[in-house]
């Protein structure tokens, strides 16, 4: 005689029942996978003592430079039930953004592969706040809290520990199906999920990264120093602040961003393209001209980088930014 198969029963409706934690969790990543992210892990909630404690290293040696909302919201980044409370599993998501273009040779006024298309501050959040509905649709009475490297999250430390990759030498998070072209999300819930294993790390003996950084701005594996890095002065430093005369003699042609540590990476020989269309550069623009951008007007700068990453430094700090481009030259 078949046996019915159990119900995944409700702990709010009967107290007490057993929950198919395994079908629950299968479903979400499914849930995810269909939304069209790349890959997605899950860890267990628990309080990052050791790895905060070398957060707090990082910042007391003043690698964070002036971005100062790293040094704020230390509880919530150190245990994120500070954030939702009860929370039982962290759900992290990667969403790849290669697509296969290059930089002229040679070029001058390159820009970051992520920020050739749309910003994936456009583009993740209602992917997220999707998989948000599913996670609350499958596990019943489930609180969730998204972040796309919005909020005081360990988002790294969570996708290494949800087994979404491993932390490379270079500060960043590599599969190796896709290398490390990808964004992360990241779902805080109360939720009880299954925890996957942390993956093996595959950097082995590799220091590609560290030896071709212009700048030697990775101090040692997996320790960069923002105020080193060419992404740091020509993204995030305010734009009435000079970039220091070091960092200028070797930008390399940077003019937002920079790629090196990626591109010297083995492991993305095994990169894939993106199936998402607003990643793709825009009108197949991967280099901008320094001497257009100093005399680039704000309304055409407004017009041509609506809901694009090269807003962030503002237009004051692009032009600042090529300036130092061509003072270089």
Sequence with gaps: ????????????????AMIDHANCTQRVKDAALALGFDAVGIARVEPLTEAY??????????????????ER??????????????????IVVARNYYTPHAHPQGAVGKIARYAWGDDYHVVLPPMLEALCDQVKGICEGAETRRYTDTGPVLEKEWAVRA?????????????????SWFFLGVIITTAELEADEPMDDYCGTCTACLDACPTK?????????????????????????DIPLHIVDNLDGWVFGCDVC???????????????????????????????????????FIERFRHSPLKRPKLEGLKRNAKALLNSE
């Design 217 to 241: 701005a990775i101090v040692e594996p997996m320790v960069v120093d923002a105020t080193k890095c060419i992404s740091y002065w020509t993204i995030e430093s305010k734009a009435d602040v």
């Design 73 to 90: 919201n230390g509880e919530s980044r150190r245990d994120v039930t500070a954030i939702v409370p009860g929370a039982r599993s962290v």
């Design 1 to 16: 005689t078949r046996q019915p198969s159990a119900p995944i029963a409700s702990s709010t409706e009967f107290p007490g």
């Design 163 to 179: 087994g979404l990759g491993w932390m490379g030498k270079n500060g960043n998070i590599i599969r190796r199906d896709i290398g």
């Design 262 to 300: 990626q591109d010297v990476c083995p492991w993305n020989r095994f990169q894939t393209p993106s199936s998402e269309a607003r990643f793709q550069p825009r009108d197949g623009v991967t280099v901008l001209s320094p001497s257009d951008l100093v005399d680039l007007q704000p309304a055409r």
């Design 53 to 70: 404690l070398h957060y707090e290293e990082w910042i007391a040696r003043g690698y964070h430079g002036a971005m100062g909302y790293m």
